[in-house]
């Protein structure tokens, strides 16, 4: 909203109402002007709700100003260095409405607002309260930030607790799944890959190398030759040959 539209909606109110707005007005400016000096991220946190508020206002949200003016204030703040030395009651409160408001996805300043959780967090342990907050309040597809997180922080469990609830028909979530177990549970590795061979509606090759070495180390050959011919009759999702190359096996 322009400063012109707020004065016609001024102008459109009775003169009770102005003087009742005028004295809220005069309440706020002043109290503002008494309390503490604000820090950085306070002042800059801010003028992006205030630029957020403005976008409230439009009917189309592409191609705003406001959008521009928040990615500069984003990248001001993380190039300032300033970040690490603010309160970490500052930087949880602005994390919170960062991750239930989803990085403001519906006002296309997702990426700035991402790079700001991400900046926010200058220590290990920081990073983890974060991932905890993504975990406790954010939506379903914010959660894969927390795994990742977790991930390089220390905790990889919960990465992959993470990616086991991800398992569809995407192919990747399977391999990284299976890599993380083949040398800790290999039982719970080749769980996966038979999901994967279920689900997977694509390339499927490493899943079937997978299978069939597994069943090598447990010396089923009865399972290797069903694999293998299972692998023939997916030949538009199994690059045959080279699950015979990786496996050592010839016809």
């Known amino acids: ?60 949200i592409d191609d705003q100003i406001e959008i521009t003016m ?6 001001d703040l993380i190039k300032s260095d300033v970040l690490k030395n603010e309160a970490w009651d500052l930087k949880e409160k602005i994390l919170k409405e960062i991750i239930q408001n989803d990085f403001f996805d519906y006002y296309s300043i997702f990426d700035p607002m991402k790079d700001l959780m991400e900046a926010l967090c200058t220590t290990p342990k920081e990073n983890l309260l974060c991932a905890d907050l993504i975990y406790q309040i954010g939506s379903g597809y914010i959660k894969q930030y ?3 997180i977790y991930k390089q922080y220390g905790k ?36 996966i890959a038979e999901l994967g061979l279920k689900k997977c509606h694509g390339e499927q090759t490493e899943l079937f190398i997978y299978l069939i070495q597994y069943e090598q180390m447990k010396g089923n050959e009865e399972n290797i030759a069903r694999l293998i011919r299972s692998a023939k009759c997916r030949k538009r999702r199994v690059d045959v040959a ?10």
Request: with cysteine.
């Open 70 to 75: 928040i990615w500069d204030i984003c990248e």
């Open 146 to 148: 927390g795994a990742k």
């Open 156 to 191: 990889p469990e919960k990465y992959y607790d993470y990616l086991k609830q991800c398992l569809n028909n995407n192919l990747e979530p399977y391999l990284e799944l299976i890599e993380y177990y083949r040398n800790i549970n290999a039982d719970k590795a080749a769980e």
């Open 242 to 251: 080279k699950v015979q190359e990786q496996i050592f096996l010839k016809e």
């Open 1 to 60: 909203m322009t400063r012109k539209q707020i004065i016609e909606i001024f102008q459109a109110l009775t003169l009770s109402e102005k003087e009742s707005l005028l004295t809220e007005l005069q309440t706020m400016v002043t109290i503002e002007k008494n309390s503490p000096p604000k820090s950085p991220l306070e002042i800059a946190w801010k003028e992006i709700q205030r630029n957020i508020k403005m976008l409230s206002f439009y009917s189309y």
